[in-house]
């Protein structure tokens, strides 16, 4: 029986915001007693740690990764993304990007085959900046990694986390569409196919864990995705809402600064990453590290979240989904 933890966060980045933060108070370590055998991330840039780097895409700035200095990682945010911090919660290491590994080594705790600058939408490929593998073809990797693994993993207690749609929906207007709720609906038949996909390679058997932002377009289509497989659970994560409460009550969560992001912009380029070395000093008070990545406080506040409140995670929250 196998639960997926489903994230497609179809966040807009036009969010080109910071949130300060208390370290103390949300870089608090996430622990359980509960433990899972297995983690396999799915996604973008927000959970890529260091898979574009063996791509071929050289790192845009030192500033990313500066509170996680290991050899073989990199990503979009200074520390942990969320992956990392689920991996944590249950007592395992962070996972280390899947292309990283020699081929004689086999996965021991899952892997990461996610990767920035791609989407669900194998189209997109041809507008985006970087080499990338799009969820297809993670999708591929997961199915050849598990089969040849020499670790046996109980898929029934393991996770799945995929983070992906936002790049598709950043690219919409290049493959002929606007942003509007459309959108949503146009991205919710391809989704559906990749998580039948994922179905039949076995990686579901039972409960689903998927959290998505909450419109009524993909609600829908989680809904009739149940009734045809009947045997999944579907768990929504509510991200408008996340950042919702923190731009509503900044204080309440120890923020300050709605308004600038925690490194230096790159203005030339077309994506609103960092240039150079150049951080904040208090980037434990910030949210977002460039203009579309949030830092390990924001990543550590959606997976607490995540974790305990059933009315962001929906209809239960992810701690209740391990213990199902």
Excluded at 53 to 58: D, R
Excluded at 227 to 232: A, F, H, N, W, Y
């Amino acid at each position: 029986m196998m639960k997926l933890a489903y994230i497609s966060f179809l966040l807009c980045h036009f969010l080109l915001v910071n949130y300060s933060h208390v370290a103390s108070v949300r870089l608090r370590p996430l622990k359980s007693n509960i433990s899972i055998p297995a983690l396999f991330v799915f996604g973008d840039s927000w959970v890529d740690n260091g898979n574009g780097k063996y791509l071929g895409n050289p790192n845009p700035s030192s500033a990313y990764g500066v509170d996680f200095k290991v050899d073989n990682q990199s990503r979009a945010t200074n520390g942990k993304t969320m992956a990392d911090f689920i991996a944590r919660t249950f007592g395992m290491p962070c996972l280390p990007p899947f292309l990283s590994l020699k081929k004689s080594e086999s996965i021991q705790f899952g892997a990461n085959y996610a990767s920035a600058g791609c989407g669900i939408l194998p189209d997109i490929k041809q507008y985006t900046f970087v080499n990338c593998m799009d969820l297809d073809e993670q999708i591929m990797l997961f199915k050849s990694s598990v089969e040849n693994s020499r670790n046996s993993f109980d898929l029934s207690k393991s996770l799945i986390f995929i983070n992906m749609g936002q790049n598709d929906m950043d690219l919409n207007k290049k493959l002929g569409y606007d942003a509007s709720p459309n959108m949503g609906q146009y991205l919710a038949e391809p989704l559906s196919k990749r998580l039948q996909m994922l179905y039949d390679l076995g990686g579901i058997n039972d409960r689903t864990n998927r959290h998505l932002n909450s419109t009524a377009t993909f609600l829908g289509m989680l809904e009739d995705l149940q009734s045809t497989l009947r045997v999944l659970i579907f768990i929504l994560l509510d991200v408008y809402k996340v950042f919702e409460d923190v731009f509503s009550e900044p204080s309440s969560y120890g923020i300050s600064d709605i308004s600038h992001s925690c490194c230096a912009i790159d203005s030339v380029k077309q994506i609103p990453i960092c240039k150079n070395g150049e951080v904040c000093s208090n980037r434990n008070q910030y949210a977002f590290f460039d203009g579309i990545h949030p830092t390990e406080v924001m990543n550590s506040i959606m997976i607490s979240r995540c974790l305990k409140e059933s009315t962001i995670c929906k209809p239960m929250n992810l701690m209740k989904l391990v213990m199902a």
